[in-house]
């Protein structure tokens, strides 16, 4: 397992702020599974 990229990457689970930017950019977070609003 690789470090966890905290930047936009094909990251597992973004951080919850990533998360935010990422699904407000419109990408498909929900298909990772984390917190969606």
């Known amino acids: ?3 966890l990229p905290r930047k936009k ?3 597992p ?5 990533d998360d ?3 699904d407000r950019s ?3 977070i929900n298909s ?3 917190s969606n609003k």
């Open 20 to 22: 935010q930017m990422n």
């Open 9 to 11: 990457g094909p990251a």
């Open 13 to 17: 689970r973004p951080p919850s702020v």
């Open 26 to 28: 419109g990408m498909p």
């Open 1 to 3: 397992m690789a470090t």
């Open 32 to 34: 990772t599974g984390v």
